[in-house]
């Protein structure tokens, strides 16, 4: 029902997966309306990116947004923690230009973030499905229908006998996404990293901050923390790509084979495909208030509240 930003300002430290630099990020508080707002102070200059499918510019292995070419990669975690625990209003400032990958997964993020939400006095906007829709490319399939809450089905197949096929469902509130969701690791294959490490990718990748598997099965140490973990990720992964909605959705989203680029073209079929959903807000009382879409479309454009109502830009290459 209400918007939330943090406390007070949070620290983290780590290097990012694909470059390998050592980057610390802050998370500080934010007003209402502000959403999420990403910073580098390492560029000495204002350019502030804001996290909206509209700043996406690429998604090869991760999230990039970037705008007047100050880029900020690998977003999906922090921003699943962020979607995941409800909070709304943040800026983050980072001094590189990847985020911490930490252990691969949402879950450090969620330990501290998760004691420092703030109720702010503003009610929370919705995206409400009213209406079934279906993306499909290639072997992926995106469905999302009308639910009374977020649910999310995940679909993985992969040639491989530690994964094969696995599904997961759950409905995400704040309790689910930390029990369920939130520490499951990032994934890759063994025989892909030669070749990642040459084109530039996975640099900072290791054993402490993903799950890496060979053709025997899992090489870390530790193993799995779920016998799913791989379909709980692709949650992981989805959850933080639909917060750059800028609001969250009510609806049930299934998702076969799944990955960052078809996330984004999924969220912008689905935002121009208007007579699919409405925007709602709740009342204390739990009643139910339907929103003017070409109102809230006005609004957006002098306060971005909500990037995906803005006119269409060029879409940027998704690679």
């Given amino acids: 029902m209400w918007q939330h930003t943090v406390k007070k300002e949070i620290s983290f430290a780590g290097v990012g997966l694909h470059s390998g630099k050592p980057v610390k990020m802050r998370i500080k508080p934010a007003a209402v309306h502000t959403g999420i707002r990403f910073k580098r102070v390492d560029l000495g200059q204002d350019t502030i990116v804001r996290a909206s499918m509209r700043r996406v510019s690429d998604t090869t292995l991760a999230t990039t947004l970037s705008k007047n070419n100050v880029f900020v990669g690998t977003t999906e975690h922090l921003l699943a923690a962020l979607c995941g625990l409800g909070i709304d209003n943040v800026m983050v400032e980072l001094d590189s230009d990847e985020l911490p990958i930490m252990d691969g997964s949402a879950g450090p993020f969620v330990q501290v973030l998760k004691k420092n939400r703030k109720e702010q006095k503003a009610r929370r906007l919705m995206m409400k499905i009213t209406k079934e829709m279906t993306f499909k490319a ?45 520490s499951a690791r990032t994934f890759g294959f063994l025989e892909q990293v030669e070749y ?124």
């Avoid at 639910?147 to 992969?158: D, E, H, L, N, R």
């Avoid at 799995?224 to 709980?232: G, T, Y």
């Avoid at 996330?263 to 009643?287: I, P, T, Y």
Wanted: glycine share 8%; aromatic share 6%.
């Fill in 138 to 182: 290639g072997a992926t399939e995106i469905q999302v229908k009308p639910f009374a809450g977020f649910k999310i089905t995940s679909k993985v197949q992969f040639d491989h006998p530690v994964i094969k096929s696995q599904s997961y469902t759950v409905e995400i509130d704040q309790d689910s996404f930390v029990k369920e969701i939130a």
């Fill in 196 to 319: 990642l490490r040459a084109n530039g990718k996975a640099l900072g990748g290791s054993l402490e901050n993903a799950v890496v598997i060979d053709q025997d099965g899992v090489v870390n140490a530790e193993g799995l923390r779920f016998a799913d973990e791989f379909a709980r990720h692709k949650i992981l992964d989805l959850v933080g790509d639909l917060a750059l909605l800028g609001c969250p959705l009510l609806g049930h989203i299934t998702a076969c084979r799944g990955g960052h680029t078809q996330h984004v073209a999924f969220m912008r079929m689905l935002a121009a495909n208007q007579d699919c959903w409405e925007l709602v807000k709740h009342s204390e009382d739990g009643k139910e208030s339907v929103m003017d879409k070409m109102r809230m479309a006005s609004r957006a454009a002098g306060k971005m509240v909500l990037p995906f109502l803005l006119p269409p830009v060029p879409r940027p290459s998704l690679s």
